[in-house]
C-alpha cells in the first residue's frame, strides 16, 4: 500500500524566514509525486509535479524537488499569502488514483 | 481559466436519505474522480472513472456509492442511504490523461448528515 508522510504538521514562519517541508513516500513504482496547496474550506490546488529523481520545479517563492525516498517544497522568503495546507500525493504505476499525505499547515506572520 | 466545477457548495441531509453531488469536469479532460476529506484528516480516494466505467475504487466506495456520467458534461456521486460517517467535504477531480498530468480539483461539496 503506498504510504505518504509529510513533517512537521504545523509551521510556523516569520515573513522571510525560508523554510522546508518533507514529503517522505513508500510506492511501489512512483509514476509522479504531486504537490497541491489547500485553502481552509476549498480544493486542492494544483502547484507541482515531479516524475524522476533528481527534478526540480519552481515558481515563485516555492520550489519542489525530489529523491527516490522523499520530496521537499521549499518556501524562500514567505510572505502571509503563502498560508496554506501544502500537501503531497503520490500515484504509482498502474495506478488511477492519489494517495495523500496529511499535510503540513504553514502559517506566516507579518 | 478552465476549472472544475461543484454543486451545491454544502448540502445537508438526513440519516438515510440518498443525495447526489454533482461535479463537471475540465471539457478536455478524459479521466474523473471523486475523493472525500472528513474534518482534520488526509484526502482520501474513493473512485476513479474513464470510458463510461469505474476504473478503480477504494475500500470506502461500498454498495453504498455509485457514479454517473448522465451526459457529456456531468459527472455525479451518489450516495444512497447516508450515515453521520459520510459527513466530509467531497471533491471532484479531472485529468486530460492517466499518466504526466496533473489532477485538478473542485472546490468541494460539504456534505452534513444529521
Known amino acids: 500500500e503506498d504510504q505518504v508522510t509529510q513533517s512537521p504538521e504545523a509551521l510556523r514562519l516569520q515573513e522571510g524566514e525560508s523554510s522546508s517541508l518533507n514529503c517522505s513516500y513508500t510506492v511501489s513504482g512512483l509514476r509522479g509525486l504531486f504537490w497541491y496547496r489547500q485553502d481552509p474550506g476549498k480544493g486542492p490546488e494544483f502547484l507541482f509535479t515531479l516524475y524522476s529523481a533528481g527534478e526540480e520545479k519552481e515558481k515563485e517563492r516555492l520550489k519542489a524537488t525530489l529523491t527516490k525516498k522523499e520530496s521537499f517544497l521549499h518556501i524562500t522568503a514567505p510572505k502571509p499569502e503563502d498560508s496554506a495546507t501544502y500537501l503531497c500525493?503520490?500515484?504509482?504505476?498502474?495506478?488511477?488514483?492519489?494517495?495523500f499525505g496529511a499535510g503540513t499547515t504553514v502559517t506566516v506572520r507579518a | 481559466e478552465p476549472e472544475v466545477t461543484q454543486t451545491p457548495s454544502h448540502q445537508v441531509t438526513q440519516m438515510g436519505q440518498e443525495v447526489i453531488l454533482r461535479c463537471v469536469p475540465i471539457s478536455n479532460h478524459l479521466y474523473f474522480y471523486w475523493y472525500r476529506q472528513i474534518l482534520g484528516q488526509k484526502v482520501e480516494f474513493l473512485v476513479s472513472f474513464y470510458n463510461n466505467e469505474i476504473s478503480e475504487k477504494s475500500e470506502i466506495f461500498d454498495d453504498q456509492f455509485s457514479v454517473e456520467r448522465p451526459d457529456g458534461s456531468n459527472f455525479t456521486l451518489k450516495i444512497r442511504s447516508t450515515k453521520l460517517e459520510d459527513s466530509a467535504m467531497y471533491f471532484c477531480?479531472?485529468?486530460?490523461?492517466?499518466?504526466?498530468?496533473?489532477?485538478?480539483f473542485g472546490q468541494g461539496t460539504r456534505l452534513t448528515v444529521v
Open positions: 477531480a479531472s485529468r486530460e490523461g492517466q499518466q504526466n498530468t496533473e489532477a485538478f
Open positions: 500525493a503520490v500515484q504509482a504505476v498502474n495506478d488511477y488514483k492519489l494517495s
